[in-house]
């Protein structure tokens, strides 16, 4: 036998060998499971009707129910105004709501809310709260704000998987046809249009806080129409570019453009005008743990405040003072607190809840339909420079139901660490809002993984190789969705109305949208009033 | 025992005769592994020789106590010396990072194997006793001994080596010697009490031999093996690069990831130069930093200057600082500079580092790979550069290496820009280290009052004052081609810079 054909006969006899192990199904080769919100403590509201009554009352002067960012601002305010009295109630074992972070031997990472846009330079309390972070800071005498480089997302920032490969960016380019191509740019020179423009009142058409936009109805009109059929009424039909906003729109509101309101969609890209030293209103900022990092800047100095696994069962009137009746999950007790104020930033399906005499809440509920959320963390090896070239902060497979995935690890300025956290992100947006958070409680663990897995494949065909760890992540009521008549119909309004001087609302739910300043300033609003009644 | 028929005796003429090759080709790849790795081929192979021989006499000697059972006792041997032999180069290869147990792990396998070839020819010699004549057996066995010994040594460098190299190449004759192991006991099974446990026992090491036959090829990754001219000395995957030294007659170098990191014949020029500028113009330099350079080629410059009291090292990867700390190759070439005491090795982080830590340096070395992803872009990015603004005393001087300003005019003067934009006062140079090219480095500080090059010591071969001060010209074909970006963790522009001119360079 000639030594060559040898060595093929050896191969081929190894490869066998090989081969055969290969065919048995191997157990799946990660750990995990589903973590985070505390669905059922929470569903204790909802299933159980009766709870004891305390026998005493806690007298407290403010109690703030719901530490997510709306509730963790306003006791940041009430704080700073000397305010000392109050206490914040949270159902999870965690502050931080929808910013909420998690945390391996890798690095933390978000859970949900994981970036801020560059604020707008008006939004004087926003900035002092960032340079109080150590985001910004104003050098030399400067007008614009110098930002921290280590938290603007370092580059590579966005890249798209498309036909096959990846490109730089999220904007569709590899395959775009030339009919196509002019329609991008069209829209984007209406979205900078938009952006800059303002009222007869110098109101920006698109502003943030979004109830400090302008009410011209020329504009207010944009939000009796869906997304689609705006871009339908601006001749815009490339699927590509249609794909593009639909993406945008599911990223930020957890809708699809097919329903969402046009003028939210447009709000998305034409509100954004902050401007830095070293930054501009398209650049973003992010940390490993994402809005994480903000939420444990809210509660530094508040952290002894906050009363974790505590759920607020219901508010009412008693004696001239606001009765709350808590459940403190750990010891099973039901406890009283009797405050002068209190504000619920909570969202508008359990404030409704909470409130069993306030007929608005019920009047509107349908107005509210909560896009549930999952949220996957994987845990990756990396065990060469090679293994996942080209990585990028924010990473969107075109055409797949999820959002992508962002690295956690991206911000870290240590060389390559043996291993990496990335993030991915799927609203679930296919069928109505109730079937598919009913879905999601009965999904399993494995069931999650093999479609999160399945997704990723697309563009990482052997992930599972390099797989050590999934986590899931189920917001069954992740935000509501902003349909058209959510912002200039009169409903948010009516339910935000205090009660008596006495009950404060905050949350991104009486904003209309979902977004950080949103909460950031429901929370400062309802502080602001309890701080100049007394 | 009965007779074994004529063609019988042929069979067993043609065993030894691929004996004689397989015993051969193990002492040839130990020979040649002690001399990759050790150095000195002279005395490897002669050592590895003597010893060998030395042990086949044991064996020889030890044939006597084996009474019974010849033939049973032949095949097992074969078997074991298939084994042994076989794994002998995986065994070396793996075991070259225990340092100082490479050697009596490696005379231990030769003297095993001698001993079981030596056993060998003695126990064939009897098995055919009283078949032949003595001298026609004699004759015979030692003539396709011979034969055999001389096709092995002109095959192994001619063929093996070049074509499977030393792993495989022993793992191919380990399993020939085994399928002779399994054919005997196959073709005599009628002879043998034990031919089941026999044909089992050799049929299980030829699956264990194929696949560490593939599995070599996995592990040895048949491009690098390929890419590089040298031998192979050391080759180590970290968890955070590929670390792989090569040896030659004349020269020793240093690859991560594939990319030189020095050769032993011109690294003085790459060290003195990164070192020198910098430390013999201050007049303060008890405390210097380095950060990178595990391979202690700086510390070993910044050595020479007696008044220097502590040295920081901070390299990220624990086995670079082990590699050049505890084997004696490597180590003699920093003349032991990471043994000495005033040096403190941290395995650590730079940037994290360097942010943590509370204390000043009079000097900085940076000793950083190329900035070629962009994970080693954030330490040349100005954030970084601000951070050791913060950790330079006040008289204090930096250097940086900063790619070839030739190849990489604009990722060069990147730097440069990148380092001015966090307050640094620069002083750019570079010199010609042939295996690198024409290299580039940055001088940094916070004022430009300094005693320039005033203080070298004595006996450098490549820097002193006139040799120094000619580095600060650059010729028009080294500077920027357009206007550079300063380098930010959010553009990275310095590894765009980097890419765009190295691949440009690679691919003319």
Known sequence: ?534 | MRLPKSNNQLILLLAVFVIASCGLIYELVAGTLASYVLGDSVTQFSTIIGVYLFSMGIGSFLSKYLERHLLSWFIKIELLVGLIGGFSAVILFYVFPLAASFRIILYALVCITGILVGLEIPLLMRILQGKVAFKELVSRVFTFDYIGALLASLIFPLVFVPQLGLIKTALFFGMMNTLVGLYLSLRFRPELKNHRALTAASVSIILIQLIAFVYADRIMEQAETNGFADNIVYAKSTPYQRIVVTSNKRETRLFLNGNLQFSSADEYRYHEALVHPALSSVSNRSNVLILGGGDGMAAREILKYPDVTSITLVDLDPAMTRLFSTQERFSQLNDHSLQNKKLTVLNADAFTWLRKSEQNFDVVVIDFPDPSNYSIGKLYSNTFYTTLFNRLKAGGIAVIQSTSPYVAPNSFWCVDTTLRSSGFITKPYHNLVPSFGDWGYILAMKDSTKQWFSQLPPHLRFANRQSIEQMFYFPPDMHPTKKLTINKLNNQSLVTYFEDEWSHYLDS
Request: aromatic share 12%; proline share 5%; net charge negative.
């Open chain 1, 1 to 534: 036998m000639k030594r060559r054909n040898f060595i093929e006969l050896c191969m081929a006899g190894s490869a066998a060998l090989l081969a055969d192990t290969g065919c048995k199904q191997p157990a799946p080769s990660f750990k995990g499971g589903i973590t985070g919100a505390a669905a059922q403590t929470g569903h204790l509201l909802r299933d159980l009707k009766t709870f004891p009554v305390p026998q005493t009352y806690e007298t407290i002067h403010t109690v703030i129910a719901g530490a997510g960012i709306s509730g963790l601002s306003a006791g940041r305010w009430l704080y700073k105004y000397g305010k000392e009295d109050f206490t914040i109630l949270e159902l999870e074992d965690h502050a931080g709501g929808n910013a909420a972070n998690g945390k391996n031997e890798v690095s933390a990472y978000p859970l949900g809310a994981h970036y801020i846009p560059i604020p707008n330079n008006h939004l004087t309390e926003y900035l002092d709260f960032l340079q109080e972070s150590n985001v910004l800071q104003y050098q030399n005498g400067e007008q614009l704000p110098f930002y921290n480089e280590e938290y603007l997302c370092a580059d590579p920032q966005e890249r798209l998987f498309i036909n096959g490969t990846w490109q730089e960016g999220l904007v569709p380019v590899k395959g775009i046809t030339k009919e196509e191509q002019p329609q991008f740019q069209k829209f984007f020179a209406l979205m900078e249009h938009y952006r800059y423009l303002k009222d007869a009142e110098e109101r920006y058409i698109f502003d943030i806080p979004v109830d400090r936009s302008s009410t011209d109805a020329a504009y207010t009109r944009l939000d009796t129409i869906t997304m689609d059929s705006w871009l339908r009424e601006q001749g815009l039909t490339a699927p590509a570019l249609r794909w593009y906003v639909n993406y945008c729109t599911r990223d930020d509101f957890g809708c699809n453009a097919a329903s969402v309101s046009a003028w939210v969609g447009i709000h998305y890209f034409a509100s954004r005008k902050g401007k830095g030293t070293n930054a501009t209103h398209s650049d973003v900022i992010t940390w490993p743990q994402g809005n994480g990092y903000l939420v444990e800047q809210l509660k530094k100095d508040i952290d002894k405040k906050i009363r974790v696994n505590s759920l607020v069962l219901s508010v009412f009137q008693k004696d001239k003072k606001i009765a709350i009746h808590y459940l403190d999950v750990k010891s099973k007790q039901v406890k009283g607190l009797l405050a002068e104020k209190c504000i619920l930033a909570t969202p508008v399906f359990i404030t409704g809840k909470l409130l069993k005499d306030q007929q608005a809440f019920n009047a509107y509920k349908e107005k509210f339909i909560y896009t549930p959320w999952v949220v996957a963390n994987l845990k990756l090896r990396q065990p060469s420079v090679s293994s996942w070239p080209g990585m990028c902060w924010d990473n969107v497979i075109y055409n797949s139901n999820s959002l992508g995935y962002v690295d956690a690890t991206h911000q870290l300025v240590d060389q390559l660490t043996p291993y990496k956290n990335i993030t991915y992100y799927l609203p679930l947006t296919d069928t109505d809002a109730t079937t598919a958070r009913m879905a999601a409680y009965k999904t399993s663990y494995d069931s999650w993984c093999r479609q999160v897995l399945d997704d990723l494949k697309t563009a990482h065909p052997k992930i599972e190789d390099d797989l050590e760890e999934i986590n899931i992540t189920v917001w069954g009521h992740a935000m509501p969705k902003p349909l058209p008549g959510h912002i200039f119909g009169a409903f948010r309004k009516v339910l935000h109305q205090p009660v008596n001087d006495q009950l404060f609302f905050a949350h991104t739910d009486y904003a209309g949208i979902s977004i950080f300043e949103e909460g950031f300033y429901q929370g400062i609003e309802a502080a602001q009033k309890i701080i100049h009644a007394s």
